[in-house]
């Protein structure tokens, strides 16, 4: 079956399906014209994964599961394992967050070195708290896409612009025929690179972010 059907069946974007693929969890087959053929094996497969990683189970963990390392009991062990820290540093945090709100006075007067030193503690003691330096790569990805089509619309639409602008300007006939057929051109391109642009959006907010290095 082609990957369309699998996004279907599995339902998760294609994205992450080659994303799978590059990372070792799938290996899929091919027909003799060399395009890839999915089988119900490798939907089962897809499933496998999808339920894991919805518990947050780490792609390496997930790896080791597949090649025999590791059994399932051993990776919900370990996962159990690692949300319980979660949990506790989350506690922590609750924690920290109520003792804030019980003695906090007005912004301007709050001691933000003293919370900040608290907090240093905290992390000393594995408490774990988001990472300020952290950047929306998902956000630039957006944005990169959004440059991206605009130039290409630009460079799809300008040629168009200047025929009619040279047209106007010198009162110079061009044959209808090319005008059509610039005309019909730049729109079905134009039309391509927006819907290039809605599935890569699409992929942005829905795919595995960052890859494995978050992992």
């Known amino acids: 079956m082609k990957i369309k059907q699998v996004e279907e069946l599995v339902d998760i974007t294609r994205k992450n399906i080659r994303?799978?693929?590059?990372?070792?969890?799938?290996?899929?087959?091919?027909?003799?014209?060399?395009?890839?053929?999915?089988?119900?094996?490798d939907v089962k497969r897809l499933k496998q994964i999808r339920l894991l990683r919805g518990l947050s189970v780490p792609l390496d963990d997930i790896r080791q599961l597949f090649s025999g390392k590791y059994t399932l009991e051993d990776i919900l062990e370990r996962q159990?394992?690692?949300?319980?820290r979660q949990k506790e540093s989350l506690d922590k945090t609750q924690l920290y967050c109520r003792q804030l709100l019980a003695g906090t006075p007005r912004l301007e007067t709050l001691d933000v070195d003293g919370c900040l030193e608290q907090m240093d503690k905290l992390k000393q003691e594995g408490v774990k708290f988001m990472d300020e330096s952290h950047k929306d790569s998902r956000k630039k990805k957006q944005q990169g896409a959004l440059l991206g089509a605009g130039i290409m619309l630009f460079l799809t639409l300008a040629p168009v612009a200047a025929v009619f602008g040279i047209s106007i300007s010198t009162g110079e006939h061009i044959p209808m025929w090319i005008l059509v057929a610039f005309t019909c051109i730049s729109v079905a391109v134009s039309v391509a690179i927006v819907a290039a642009l809605v599935?890569?959006?699409?992929?942005?907010?829905?795919?595995?972010?960052?890859?494995?290095?978050?992992y």
């Open 19 to 41: 994303f799978y693929e590059e990372q070792g969890l799938l290996s899929v087959g091919r027909s003799e014209n060399g395009y890839r053929e999915y089988s119900m094996e």
């Open 80 to 84: 159990l394992t690692h949300l319980e």
């Open 199 to 214: 599935g890569r959006i699409k992929e942005i907010k829905g795919g595995e972010e960052d890859e494995a290095s978050k």
